[in-house]
């Protein structure tokens, strides 16, 4: 029996719990958001990513009721959120300095928002012992935030930000703060803990790899316009720009000239050179600008030409990149561009096969890159 996949954005049928629709913002000439239609799902961890002033953090303050849009309209639950004050969304935010207050305990930091809202004092201390078992946080009840670490303290922003049982929790950098191997940790538990409230998370981030391992989709943001949405293996392997291609991880990128024949693009690249055999996802036509991206990942390093490959180009090894689990070779090609090859390290003493200067050929089949028109 197959797994139910999370996918409400493949069923015409579910309705969005959030729809940015043509939503433009402006801050007198600047536009932040132009023209923005954009359908977020319940239960959905959403990432919004992209480089500094793209507008990632423009949408989550329209969302949180920080900022309302210069024209188009934002519903939540299909009610349009521009009359309702901040205060009385069902929209939490999650700030990346944590706002905690120093003089409170963690206890009373999580209680702070129910005390508010006049809940009963019962319902009150289930709700804080829930959330603080939640945040694996019940032994540091007592102590300040200035007594516990970090990630602690990020953990108890998330805690309070959750006390309220909001539709929508914003996420604004949440981990910016952390060290990486704390942050690794840290997604996991952001993951968990949105699975386990069922809570729809919007996440800022301009960092790549968190948007991939946090997100169920990923929308890619380049000044106030969302390039491409979808889900991270998908922005990953078929970009359907040279943007998205190199804004998420590592790619090279080739400009040449298409030459369809039968279901095979062949490319013009550089004087002298073979032609790069690709496989489109769409038409293109004879002698039209083609950009081809290929991940290091794909490529192959050998000392021989390989028998048979469909793409095998002649270059030098201009630099070594050892990372420890991988080695990047870039390979200067004979027309001056250089091409990224990645290999695994799965031995612990491996010898390094090729050294700067070496001549090599880098190899790669016919589906490996992506043919992008833009």
Same mark, same amino acid.
């Given at each position: ?81 521009? +009359?309702?004050?901040? #205060? ?10 944590? $706002? ?11 209680? *702070? ?6 809940? +009963? ?6 709700? @804080? ?35 309220? $049982?909001?539709?929508? /929790?914003? /996420? ?28 729809? *998370? ?24 969302? @390039? ?18 190199? *804004? ?41 600008? @083609? ?14 030409? +390989?028998?048979? $490959?469909? #793409? ?18 870039? @390979? ?43």
């Amino acid at each position: 029996m197959a797994l139910d996949v999370f996918a409400p954005w493949d069923n015409p049928d579910a309705k969005p719990l959030i729809q940015f629709k043509n939503v433009t913002k402006r801050f007198g000439d600047f536009t932040a958001i132009d023209d923005l239609t954009v359908d977020i799902f319940e239960s959905e961890f959403f990432a919004l990513l992209g480089p500094s002033g793209c507008g990632k953090t423009t949408m989550m303050r329209m969302l949180a009721g920080f900022e309302t849009p210069t024209e188009g309209t934002i519903r939540l639950a299909g009610e349009d959120i521009a +009359p309702i004050p901040p #205060n009385k969304r069902a929209v939490n935010m999650m700030f990346q300095s944590y $706002a905690l207050f120093p003089h409170l305990t963690i206890w009373d930091n999580i209680a *702070f928002g129910l005390k508010r809202d006049r809940m +009963p004092k019962g319902e009150i201390e289930a709700r @804080v012992d829930e959330m603080l078992r939640l945040t694996r946080m019940e032994q540091f009840a007592k102590r300040k935030p200035h007594q516990v670490s970090g990630g602690q303290r990020q953990r108890v922003a998330l805690a309070r930000s959750l006390a309220k $049982a909001p539709k929508l /929790l914003l /996420l604004d950098e949440p981990l910016g703060a952390l060290d990486k191997k704390l942050r690794q940790e840290t997604q996991f538990e952001l993951m968990d803990i949105q699975e386990k409230t069922g809570t729809t *998370f919007v996440i800022v981030t301009h960092d790549q790899e968190e948007a991939m391992t946090v997100a169920s989709r990923v929308a890619v943001m380049d000044h106030g316009k969302i @390039v491409q949405v979808s889900t991270p293996d998908a922005i990953y392997e078929t970009p359907n720009s040279t943007y998205v291609a190199d *804004f998420i991880g590592d790619v090279n990128l080739i400009q040449g000239k298409a030459d369809p024949k039968g279901d095979k693009i062949y490319i013009a690249w550089a004087e002298g050179q073979p032609e790069i055999v690709g496989t489109p996802m769409s038409d293109f036509s004879h002698g039209q600008d @083609v950009h081809f991206a290929i991940r290091p990942e794909k490529v192959s390093i050998s000392a021989d030409k +390989p028998e048979g $490959a469909a #793409n095998a180009i002649k270059g030098k090894v201009l630099d070594i990149a050892y990372l420890g689990n991988i080695s990047t070779y870039h @390979v200067e090609l004979p027309g001056g561009q250089v091409i990224k090859a990645q290999t695994a390290n799965n031995r612990r003493i491996s010898r390094r096969s090729f050294t700067w200067e070496d001549d090599v050929w880098l190899s790669f089949t016919d589906t490996a890159g992506v043919l992008l028109e833009r």
